[in-house]
């Protein structure tokens, strides 16, 4: 996949040399020019010095052929402008917002910014013992045979809302093991329907995450 | 009119006194309380201590019941932010985000986001003075032509 990082802090920078060394073509983007060449000396090419709210930048970063852009600037106004112009602009099919200030979370989600990381909110809610999203989120790989747990939220706008199991097109490699519906466990048989709200637990292939993902969410608007 | 002004900088400031000089009810927001200096001593709106992208700096500046939201901070993209939380989250029926780069301006009038574009509107009116050209309209100079925009 072609990713582009915006925001070469030290967020950015780990994981700019965790997605390359996870085999990705990977572009960061850095305003600073002091910071953008001290991420020269270890990427190479794979940075650029510039704004990466500038159209020209985008542009020059070849933001048309991304796959994924991440925004993972110090600024969250920053992070929702990329984001929204790497949307509307550039058609980039998924783009991940960082956020700062976790009241921003339900904005981002207003003005169409789907998937958004806080730092501040995972922290807090790890005090808190619960882990809240909407997203489909691994829980844990499990070592032999590539196979990841997923939970994902059921939202309104999910596309497999009223269905049974066996209606939902689920990739050949996963398996839904459980939903938690209103704080219950319930081990789903074939006559189960969905609900909004419900949470589904699913033994999936790691390389079958994605395809997953395509059944419980929905399309990007 | 309740108007809201986001940004207490020349233009903020001046836009202030202007709105309170035609009767209505002016709040401004800065995040620094040396910008309000530039009110004047004799300024009768309310002044808040604030980020603009903050929704609690902005219900505390009332924008649940303002008829207008300016913002014209130095920072296009806090503008262009605050603008869409007063629009989509408060339902504000008059927004306004003063963007400085022409090709973000166009690209957020696409989204429906009301933007004006002074960088266009002042180069179009020097350029105009000194080629001593008859001045046009406001909407002229106002418009958001893209391919005169992108560089």
């Not at chain 1, 499990?142 to 066996?166: F, H, K, M, W, Y």
């Not at chain 2, 910008?35 to 924008?63: H, M, Q, S, W, Y």
């Amino acid at each position: 996949m072609y990713i582009i990082v915006a925001g070469g802090g030290k967020v950015g920078h780990y994981l700019t040399r965790a997605l390359i060394d996870a085999g990705h073509e990977v572009l960061v983007i850095e305003k600073d020019r002091v910071r953008a060449a001290y991420l020269t000396e270890e990427f190479g090419e794979a940075v650029t010095w510039g704004d990466a709210c500038e159209v020209r930048i985008m542009k020059e970063s070849g933001m048309e052929r991304a796959d994924v852009v991440v925004a993972i600037t110090g600024d969250d106004e920053d992070n929702l402008i990329i984001c929204q112009m790497s949307k509307h602009r550039f058609q980039v099919p998924r783009s991940i917002a960082r956020i700062n200030n976790p009241k921003n979370e339900d904005i981002f989600k207003r003005l169409g910014i789907d998937t958004t990381v806080s730092s501040t909110k995972i922290i807090f809610n790890l005090i808190e013992q619960q882990i809240e999203t909407d997203e489909v989120i691994p829980l844990a790989p499990l070592q032999r045979g590539n196979i990841e747990i997923v939970e994902a939220d059921l939202g309104p706008d999910s596309p497999i809302i009223g269905q049974r199991i066996p209606n939902i097109g689920l990739p050949k490699d996963a398996l839904v093991i459980s939903i938690i519906r209103e704080g219950h466990a319930i081990l789903p048989n074939i006559d189960v329907e969905f609900r909004q709200g419900d949470s589904v637990i699913t033994l999936v292939n790691a390389d079958k995450e994605a395809e997953l993902r395509n059944v419980f969410e929905a399309l990007p608007r | 009119m309740k108007v809201i002004i986001l940004g207490c900088g020349r233009v903020g400031s001046t836009l202030a006194r202007l709105m309170l000089r035609d009767g209505h009810q002016v709040t401004v927001v800065d995040k620094n309380i040396d910008a309000f200096r530039r009110l004047g001593p004799e300024f009768k709106g309310t002044t808040i201590i604030g980020n603009g992208t903050d929704e609690e700096t902005l219900k505390k500046a009332g924008v649940e019941s303002a008829d207008v939201f300016v913002a014209v901070t130095n920072g296009d993209n806090t503008n262009i932010m605050s603008v869409q939380i007063a629009k989509t989250k408060f339902q504000v029926p008059k927004p306004l985000a003063r963007i400085y780069d022409p090709i973000r301006a166009c690209a957020y009038q696409e989204l429906g986001v009301d933007t004006i574009c002074t960088t266009l509107i002042d180069s179009r009116l020097i350029r105009d003075h000194l080629l001593g050209r008859e001045l046009g309209l406001a909407e002229d100079y106002c418009s958001l032509n893209d391919e005169e925009a992108v560089v």
